[in-house]
């Protein structure tokens, strides 16, 4: 049997869409030693009208990928070491956050990339005894959250889906020399 099965592609365009957001990034040092540094991300994108060729209605449903909330705060103290020791010794936490969002392009409800929090840890001690070394340390995802990056719905017509998980808590010494 020679039976030939057509490939049809279907591109889809929404009539109209409207996007709004704003940014807004920030570093503060009060003192020489320590820093306050972060972000704050809004965005708010929705199709106005929009019919899928499949005739379903996806006006007013927003945009996939498109978390309306993402922020970070980042703290940093470098402590004040002998030259002789190293050139700085500094200890860092961020907090990171991502609102829910769709993670398909057909607006299935189904199909969401829960919000989650990371907390990460990090310490670098730069020119580790005069030398070009510097020694880092880090524990990044402190409590150990369960979170995903979303949907992979290329075989969703073979009847399943994948989800791509993060990373659970990983830590690690750094060693790096400059040259």
């Not at 020679?2 to 704003?22: F, K, L, W, Y």
């Not at 009208?49 to 996806?58: E, Q």
């Not at 956050?97 to 840890?121: C, K, M, R, W």
């Not at 659970?168 to 750094?174: F, L, M, N, S």
């Amino acid at each position: 049997d020679n039976t030939v099965i057509p490939v049809t592609t279907v591109t889809t365009n929404a009539e109209s869409a409207r996007i709004r957001g704003a940014e807004f990034e920030f570093l503060f040092r009060p003192v020489a030693s320590f820093e306050l540094s972060g972000f704050w991300s809004y965005t708010d994108a929705k199709f106005e009208k929009f019919i899928d060729p499949n005739g379903v209605d996806l006006s007013n449903t927003g945009f996939s990928r498109a978390p309306k909330n993402v922020y970070s705060v980042t703290a940093r103290y470098t402590a004040n070491i002998p030259q002789e020791v190293g050139s700085e010794l500094s200890f860092g936490v961020s907090y990171f956050h991502t609102d829910d969002f769709v993670d398909n392009d057909s607006a299935q409800p189904t199909q969401i990339t829960y919000g989650y929090e990371l907390v990460n840890l990090n310490m670098d001690w730069r020119n580790v005894y005069g030398t070009d070394v510097t020694l880092g340390a880090y524990v990044n995802n402190v409590f150990d959250e369960e979170y995903d990056f979303g949907m992979l719905d290329v075989f969703s017509s073979l009847g399943f889906s994948s989800r791509t998980p993060g990373d659970p808590r990983t830590y690690g010494v750094r060693l790096k020399y400059e040259f």
